[in-house]
């Protein structure tokens, strides 16, 4: 969101990151399957990353995530297929190819705030600037949550 760090997914199921405008790279690798989908809290200072049934949280506060083990967030039962920070940076949404939905404040502590499930898998999640969570899954579905309440 500050233009100053670009992350992208690889095949080679690790993330590769460069910092702007400085153009220096690395790679964050580890992971069991491909990460996607990624998400970036607003402020820049995390990055979330799914795929697997965890969820990967990297801070970026000072120096980076080089050499340091990220925050995992361990609920979903299939892989994460949809990830969204709320506005405020405080809340993280995620879900899941077995269709939960839920909701993390992964800065106070690595438990579920909120559960929910989708029909279907979730493909597409979205806060309003009003708190709601809004999910869309794979059969055009669309489902709104209070889920800051």
């Known amino acids: 969101p500050n233009a100053r ?6 095949q ?8 702007l405008p400085s ?3 690395s790679r964050m690798a580890g992971f069991g399957a491909k990460p996607r989908p990624l998400a970036w809290s607003p402020d820049s200072l995390f990055l979330a990353c799914g795929g697997e049934p965890s969820i990967a949280v990297w801070s970026f506060v000072g120096e980076g995530p080089e050499g340091k083990r990220p925050l995992v967030l361990d609920c979903h039962r299939g892989p994460v297929a949809a990830l969204a920070y709320a506005s405020g940076g405080r809340l993280l949404a995620s879900g ?3 269709g939960g939905v839920v909701v993390w404040k992964p800065r106070d502590h690595a438990r579920p705030f909120r559960y929910a499930f989708m029909d279907e898998a979730p493909t597409q999640l979205v ?3 009003s708190g ?3 999910g869309c899954d794979e059969a055009g579905g669309l489902v709104c949550w209070e889920a800051t309440k």
């Open 5 to 10: 760090v670009i992350a992208c997914a690889s």
């Open 12 to 19: 080679e199921a690790t993330i590769q990151f460069w910092r």
């Open 23 to 25: 153009g220096e790279d």
């Open 96 to 98: 899941a190819r077995d």
């Open 127 to 129: 806060w309003t600037p």
């Open 132 to 134: 709601e969570l809004i």
